[in-house]
């Protein structure tokens, strides 16, 4: 379908575009690389009556080492994270997550910030950030603030994020050497993960879970059990404690459960081997 | 950054499309490939699904494939867009087409132009991929024909490391 009649315009800054966003309220929407928004628009599941075009100005895209972090431009696309050497050698969970999503073409459009702001349970980049302890840098009217990963997904679809703002940069500590592994669990090639799991195991293990709930999500319950010294398979055991798996065509939640226990102990055994 | 033009509820589009500089008013919703279809007349480039996951509507912005059904015409403005009727040069097939005629690499024909654009795409950024690896970068086109053996022999046989 073709989506409703909208007004499109253009930011060439993040200033801008948190001006227009101020200046049309609710009606608004920002759009990035397109790769959820334009699907929801053309079955008129969202009907924004503006966009604001971000993703055409420059200088939020660049992936730089900033000390004990890398700093991910909000618009860097899939594919450059997917073949960033810096990520690649620092913290490449990232990378290689990035080159899980979707297609080639879909790589080629879709954004990190567009990705995480849209906070949907089932995509694969928000674990990876959330298993590599990152952080959101959002700006807005107000000025600028870092919101902890852990904290930015806080319903489902919804984020943490204001009306008014804008996801100008995602830091990512660099992982050093900590073991890491991602699982994703699907049927058929380019489909999303019906579990999936990210694991890296630094100074305090962190794994986040796939389409186990409303949000992105940490698998709290099987970090406690690895803080506590437990095994892979004591912590694995645990892993679905604490979620609240949906059920659909793909499967329902006693299913996606074992998914879940199945994913979190093979994570954990590749990521320390 | 091209300028922003609105006259009353269209927008100015200005790209160029298999090296032609073009230039129309649309509407602002209007999707890349619909541009491409019914203001430019460039059909080939087809439309095989509602929901992103099909392919038939790949296109080249800048030489990288894209899904032209994601993505809107002002949002490419300015921009170096091919498409399947830009592929062949003075009545010679490019290689991939001809390798696709060579291999039948298709049946009913409807997802070609989009196989041949990711194809195309694919090899700029990894010119000697393996089986896998084609198969993989072509994930995002589906064919209900050919069951892709051929396909992905077409590709080899330009490409390929076998
Ligand atoms: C066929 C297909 C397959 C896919 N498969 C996968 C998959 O396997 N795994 C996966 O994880 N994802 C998948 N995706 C989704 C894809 O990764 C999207 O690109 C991504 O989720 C959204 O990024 P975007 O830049 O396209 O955002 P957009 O669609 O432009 O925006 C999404 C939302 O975020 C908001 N937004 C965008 N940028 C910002 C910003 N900087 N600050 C604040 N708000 C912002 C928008 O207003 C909108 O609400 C798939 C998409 C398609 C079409
Ligand atoms: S028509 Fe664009 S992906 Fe199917
Ligand atoms: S040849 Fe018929 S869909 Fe591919």
């Not at chain 2, 899904?67 to 010679?92: N, W, Y």
Request: one cysteine or more; charged letters at 20%.
């Amino acid at each position: 379908m073709i989506p409703a009649a909208l007004k499109y315009v253009e930011a060439d800054s993040a200033t801008a575009a948190i001006a227009a966003l101020s200046e049309y309220g609710d009606e608004a929407k920002l759009l990035a690389g397109g790769h959820s928004l334009i699907p929801l628009m053309r079955f008129r599941l969202a009907v924004p009556a503006v966009l604001v075009d971000i993703s055409r100005l420059d200088g939020l895209s660049d992936i730089t080492d900033a000390g004990d972090h890398i700093a991910v431009g909000a618009l860097a696309k899939h594919a450059e994270v997917e073949s960033s050497s810096l990520l690649q050698s620092e913290a490449p969970l990232l990378a290689h997550v990035a080159s899980k999503v979707g297609d080639p073409s879909v790589r080629h459009r879709g954004t990190l910030g567009g990705s995480l702001a849209h906070g949907d349970p089932a995509s694969d980049l928000p674990a990876a950030v959330l298993a590599l302890g990152g952080s959101i840098v959002v700006q807005g009217p107000d000025g600028e603030r870092v919101i902890d990963a852990a904290e930015f997904f806080t319903g489902f679809l919804e984020t943490a994020i204001s009306e008014t703002e804008i996801i100008t940069e995602v830091r990512i500590p660099k992982s050093g050497s900590a073991g890491w592994s991602f699982q994703k669990f699907n049927r058929r090639a380019q489909d999303w993960a019906i579990v999936g799991v990210a694991a890296v195991l630094g100074a305090s293990p962190k794994v986040s879970l796939i389409n186990m709930g409303l949000t992105p999500l940490r698998a709290g319950a099987v970090e406690s059990a690895l803080a506590g010294g437990g095994s892979a398979a004591e912590a694995a055991s645990v892993a679905a404690e604490g979620t609240s798996a949906p059920s659909d065509l793909n499967g329902d939640a006693e299913y996606r459960d074992h998914l879940a226990r199945v994913l979190v102990e093979r994570a954990l055994d590749e990521a320390s081997s | 950054m091209d300028q922003l033009t609105h006259r009353g509820i269209f927008v100015q589009i200005d790209m160029t499309v298999n090296g032609r500089a073009c230039s129309a008013d649309v509407e602002d919703r209007t999707l890349l490939v619909h541009y491409l279809r019914d203001h430019l007349e460039l059909t080939g480039t087809n439309v095989g699904c509602d929901t992103s996951s099909c392919g038939a509507c790949t296109v080249h912005i800048g030489g990288q494939s894209v899904k032209s059904c994601t993505v809107l015409a002002a949002q490419v403005r300015g921009a170096d867009v091919t498409t399947i009727e830009g592929m062949a040069t003075d009545g010679e097939l490019h290689p991939m087409q001809e390798a696709f005629r060579q291999c039948h690499g298709l049946q009913c024909g409807y997802c070609t132009p989009g196989m041949v654009m990711a194809a195309t795409s694919l090899l700029s950024e990894n010119a000697n991929p393996t089986e896998a690896e084609v198969r993989e970068g072509l994930e995002g086109n589906l064919c209900r024909c050919t069951g892709y053996q051929n396909i992905v022999k077409s590709v080899l046989s330009v490409g390929g490391q076998s």
